[in-house]
Nanobody
Framework: QVQLVESGGGLVQTGGSLRLSCAAS????????MGWFRQAPEKEREFVAA????????YYADSVKGRFTISRDNAKNTVNLQMNSLKPEDTAVYYC????????????????WGQGTQVTVSS
């Protein structure tokens, strides 16, 4: 099992920035990819960004491309999400995830989930 713990959420104004972090523990040798999903009230959980653990390949949802940047630190078993130019539409609970690289954007492919961290963007 892989345990994931998110941090860095908070309240920011439109146009502001936040940096989320996710630390993995447990069977980290089994991690092929890590990334982020988000879920707003009464909305389905949606894919945000992913990064492969070995090669560092990245993939972003169209809604955040150019604004969000995902990165990793393999030595620390940590993945980060730098969020810039935040919009009210970005308000959601953000969940760290780990799973296979293939079709990571599909939530059912995820093996492990973090508990979530709230991001609120005010206008």
């Amino acid at each position: 099992q892989v345990q994931l713990v998110e941090s860095g959420g908070g309240l920011v104004q439109t146009g502001g920035s936040l940096r989320l972090s996710c630390a993995a523990s447990g069977r980290t040798f089994s991690i092929y990819a890590m990334g982020w999903f988000r879920q707003a009230p009464e909305k389905e959980r949606e894919f945000v960004a992913a990064i492969s653990w070995s090669g560092g390949s990245t993939y972003y949802a169209d809604s955040v491309k150019g604004r969000f940047t995902i990165s990793r630190d393999n030595a620390k078993n940590t993945v980060n999400l730098q969020m810039n130019s935040l919009k009210p539409e970005d308000t959601a609970v953000y969940y760290c995830a780990a799973g296979p690289w293939s079709r990571f954007e599909r939530a059912h492919r995820v093996d492990s989930w973090g508990q979530g961290t709230q991001v609120t963007v005010s206008s």
